[in-house]
């Protein structure tokens, strides 16, 4: 009986055991189906994250690429009218000599004709018009230092034509090396436009979850914007405030050479500090104007980036949302950055301090000769602009990419 009992009770530990052991493969395998789905979501939330740093540095880069492209076409360009008006104005100065050097060979005949009553003076008609060998060489010499003068004087004149016509052929030996840099830079641009349109529909082509990713940016980095943009608004106009304060590197780098873009730190560019000297003025825009001019580029933020657009409300390039907003100011400015550099330069307004800037003013980026980004600056610090195809029109600090090159008023 002990036996019997004995086996009687070592069965239920042993089933015990198997359960135990069973139960425990369940509770790992259900674990192992949990953590998968879990690491699979981390995995491809990794992957989001950089699909669409990819995606918006391609963008940042391709739109500086391109708007320094147009900044070199618009400097060829100008630098090409500049030759043509150089050219003009010497085929100008090569008419009126030849002018001079007609009428100084019709002088040479007059006198010639009214002293010798001949137009086709020779020694022979000198040897038997001279009734004396004194009046021969009186005559001669006569004749030979009208000669002598005219001669001159027609010498220094086609020696000027000549001048000219050297200066007039190396003009236009450098106006068609312009004109074929300017061709080759305008396809250099038409091929950038191309690469913007293909990076534009690569983004448009990305998965639903990365386009929500880009859009949440985008919303996150509108209301930094208006943030900063209140910041302004209380820190108020030509405060001097250029610090990276709460306003720096909030969206796209501003076209500083950088490439770098949404949220990350700019690279320096080549004017990381202020010079010394600040120069320029206030200008000529009234109060009610830089209001307007301020007011109207904040009401565009949120607005995408579309290089040579100026649709408010839809997209900007940099350039359309300042000719847009000082419009809306009756205030014409040029279609690009360079024209408008040019005007405040024009104005004597230029301002090289970000701490001198008045709200309403232009703020630019690139060099004197090659200028390829615009903002507004909106007081406080701040500046508004259509930054790249990656954050469209947004607010951040006037140095959020280092100093600008300058700005001021175009008027």
């Known amino acids: ?22 139960s425990l493969s369940i509770v790992l395998a259900a674990s192992s189906a949990l953590a998968a789905p879990t690491a699979l979501l981390a995995t491809e939330a990794d992957e989001l994250s950089s699909d669409l740093d990819a995606a918006k540095s391609q963008l940042a880069d391709l739109t500086r690429q391109l708007e320094l492209a147009q900044a070199t076409v618009a400097t060829t360009e100008a630098e090409l009218a500049a030759t043509q008006d150089e050219i003009d104005a010497l085929e100008t100065r090569i008419a009126d000599t030849r002018e001079q050097l007609a009428g100084a060979q019709e002088e040479l005949s007059q006198q010639v004709s009214e002293s010798y009553k001949s137009g086709d003076v020779s020694i022979l008609s000198l040897l038997f ?64 436009v191309s690469s913007q349109a293909e990076a ?31 910041q302004a608004a209380t820190g108020g106009a030509g405060d001097g405030d250029t610090s990276d304060d709460g306003g720096a590197n909030t969206g796209g780098a501003v076209d500083d ?15 990381p500090a202020p010079p010394a000297n600040t120069g ?41 949302l300042t000719t847009y907003a000082y419009s809306c100011a009756g205030i014409g400015l040029g279609r690009t950055a360079q024209a408008q550099y040019n005007q405040v330069v024009a104005a004597g307004n230029l301002k090289t301090d970000p ?40 607010t951040t600090s006037v140095t959020y990419g280092g100093y600008p090159t300058g700005g001021g008023s175009p008027i």
């Open 1 to 22: 009986m002990k036996l019997k009992h004995t086996g009687a009770r070592r069965m239920p530990a042993v089933c015990a055991r198997r359960v135990a052991a069973l």
């Open 129 to 192: 018009s001279s009734g004396s060998f004194e009046e021969l060489a009186s005559r001669l010499y006569y004749a030979n230092k009208v000669a002598e003068a005219e001669s001159a004087r027609i010498e220094s004149v086609r020696t000027l034509q000549q001048d000219l016509n050297e200066q007039q052929d190396a003009l236009t030996e450098e106006q068609d090396q312009l004109q074929a840099l300017l061709d080759q830079q305008v396809s250099s641009q038409q091929d950038l």
């Open 200 to 230: 534009e529909s690569y983004v448009n082509g990305l998965s639903s979850e990365l386009q929500s990713a880009l859009d949440a940016e985008r919303a996150a980095l509108v209301e930094q914007s208006r943030d900063n943009q209140q």
């Open 257 to 271: 050479g950088g490439g770098s873009n949404g949220g990350g730190t700019p690279s320096t560019p080549s004017n």
């Open 280 to 320: 320029g003025g206030t200008g000529n825009l009234s109060q009610a104007a830089r209001d307007t001019i301020v007011s109207v580029a904040n009401s565009q933020l949120g607005c995408a980036y579309g290089w040579g657009a100026m649709s408010p409300g839809v997209a900007f390039d940099c350039s359309g």
């Open 355 to 394: 701490s001198q800037f008045v709200a309403g003013d232009l703020v630019f980026w690139g060099s004197p000769g090659s200028i390829y980004h615009v903002a507004i600056y909106i007081g406080g610090g701040m500046v508004t602009h259509a930054s790249d195809y990656s954050t469209g029109v947004i």
